[in-house]
Nanobody, 123 residues
Framework: QVQLVESGGGLVQAGGSLRLSCAAS????????MGWFRQAPGKEREFVAA????????YYADSVKGRFTISRDNAKNTVYLQMNSLKPEDTAVYYC????????????????WGQGTQVTVSS
């Protein structure tokens, strides 16, 4: 089991940028694929991006493709989500999640989750 702590959320105007970080501890980070998910008020949690342990097998939701970039620094046990050209519809609580092995889009494959960080995009 790995513990995850997100940071970097906040309030930003439409068109702005934020970088989220997720620090992992308690496990062998290089064994884990990492995912970012988000949940807007009144909506179900949805997939945003995922990356395999070695940095390959990167996936994005269509809604963020070309605007968001997932990356990881295995030396720092941290995964990042760079969010550019933010839109009001990106407003949500963003969660990082970890799973052993290959990256996946579906939430059900991720047993370990952080507490989330709020991102609010104003119009």
């Amino acid at each position: 089991q790995v513990q995850l702590v997100e940071s970097g959320g906040g309030l930003v105007q439409a068109g702005g940028s934020l970088r989220l970080s997720c620090a992992a501890s308690g496990g062998t980070f290089t064994s884990y694929a990492m995912g970012w998910f988000r949940q807007a008020p009144g909506k179900e949690r949805e997939f945003v991006a995922a990356i395999r342990s070695g940095g390959g097998d990167i996936y994005y939701a269509d809604s963020v493709k070309g605007r968001f970039t997932i990356s990881r620094d295995n030396a720092k046990n941290t995964v990042y989500l760079q969010m550019n050209s933010l839109k009001p519809e990106d407003t949500a609580v963003y969660y990082c999640a970890a799973k052993y092995g290959t990256s996946q889009i579906a939430m059900r494959y991720y047993p370990d989750w952080g507490q989330g960080t709020q991102v609010t995009v104003s119009s």
